[in-house]
């Protein structure tokens, strides 16, 4: 796990569970399917017809059941954008009401690093004219930061609807 700002951190869903220990001063991102599918008891893949199926929200908890896979897959249905738009502001209400974050994946090198990313270029603490240059200046704060294809195509894809129009910030 890194901070890769004040109070925000990221890395491997291996260590969620003993944070989880801890909810009163953490609260958590969630992108492996693997464990997203494990919080909704689907021991035997996921349930498409659930309204869960690829995003969920508690008050301390988001999760995406997101697979490290072609750009489409991140945007599911059409809204992946949508999507990303609510996990960025969960992670800002939960740092404004002074709550530790924990973004995870399976590996932490390309979904929750990805997200890190997005959010301190949206609030202004890495570059925003692209997501190249965001990813420079981003790799000082968390070294191994190893986006996936399609993470990499779906934030190029989508880097200046985040940036573009903030006011889910």
């Not at 309204?51 to 988001?62: L, M």
């Not at 750009?71 to 999507?83: H, T």
Request: glycine share 8%; proline share 4%; charged share 20%.
């Amino acid at each position: 796990m890194i901070e890769v700002m004040p109070d925000l951190y990221v890395g491997q869903v291996v260590e969620l569970p003993k944070l989880l220990q801890n909810v009163s001063l953490w609260n958590f991102v969630n992108l492996s399917s693997v464990w997203h599918r494990q919080y909704h008891n689907w021991d035997h893949g996921s349930d498409s017809t659930s309204k869960c199926y690829v995003f969920h929200e508690d008050s301390g908890f988001v999760s995406l059941n997101w697979v490290d896979g072609p750009a489409r897959y991140f945007d599911y249905q059409g809204e992946g954008v949508q999507r990303v738009e609510k996990v960025l502001r969960f992670i800002k209400t939960s740092l404004n009401i002074g709550k530790k974050v924990f973004i995870c994946c399976d590996q932490g090198q390309s979904r929750s690093p990805s997200v890190a990313l997005l959010y301190m270029a949206v609030t202004g603490r890495l570059r925003k004219d692209t997501y190249q240059n965001a990813q420079v200046e981003f790799l000082f704060h968390y070294p191994p930061y190893k986006p996936g294809e399609g993470m990499k195509e779906f934030l190029e894809k989508n880097w200046y609807n985040f940036i573009g129009d903030q006011m889910y910030l």
